[in-house]
């Protein structure tokens, strides 16, 4: 996909939504960063059911902590990995307290040096909660940037630095959340559906016709 068609690509999206956003519930950086490590290998869905219990109840580092690593699985244990992940939030909310005294860091290093933190997620909380222009590559991204011909790459990183190269400017910040809801509702992995695409005439994936 050219520079042309790339603009003419995020100006159609753009205009269908001018200020998309995570399908995850969060008031806070430390909440959205919470829901972040939650929802992997996890549904938007199952995560907001579950923040909505425990977020009225402990939404700070130190309240999570007061709750205990088993009265924080208590409130997330319909979420797959909830053993794991309670380890890490109960970390990672020590580690903010006793190294950025209980705020969410801005830096993507000091995020990557949190427990169970890794780019991707770094990447979402720069991204959503402080309007850094990055891009966090998900299942969904990495499927739209291959399968349209928009920034092809063998690894997440690739399509990363791929999308951050050759996304108009004007269109960084908000690229990430678009591409995702393209992925999530439209360019899906099993059938998409290119007969509602708006973008379906610039998009290189050449089975699109079968779909449309």
């Not at 829901?35 to 425990?54: K, M």
């Amino acid at each position: 996909m050219n520079a042309e068609k790339r603009a003419e690509f995020f100006r159609r999206l753009a205009e269908l939504d001018p200020e998309p956003t995570t399908e995850l519930e969060y008031s806070s950086p430390f909440e959205l960063l919470i829901a972040v490590i939650l929802s992997a290998q996890a549904t938007d869905v199952g995560v907001n059911r579950a923040t909505r219990r425990l977020f009225p109840v402990a939404n700070t580092p130190r309240r999570i902590l007061a709750l205990g690593e088993e009265g924080l699985k208590r409130h997330i244990r319909t979420i797959g990995l909830f053993n794991s992940k309670a380890r890490n939030i109960m970390a990672t909310c020590q580690a903010l307290v006793d190294l950025h005294g209980g705020e969410v860091p801005r830096e993507r290093a000091a995020l990557e040096g949190l427990p169970g933190v890794g780019r991707k997620t770094a990447n979402v909380v720069l991204n959503t909660a402080f309007g850094e222009p990055t891009m966090a590559v998900d299942t969904h991204i990495f499927r739209v940037a291959n399968r349209t011909g928009l920034a092809p790459g063998k690894t997440p990183l690739a399509v990363e630095k791929a999308l951050l190269e050759r996304t108009p400017p004007e269109y960084l910040r908000h690229a990430h959340h678009w591409l995702i809801l393209h992925g999530r509702y439209t360019c899906k992995a099993r059938r998409p559906d290119c007969a509602l695409c708006p973008v379906f005439d610039l998009c290189n994936f050449k089975d699109k016709h079968r779909y449309a």
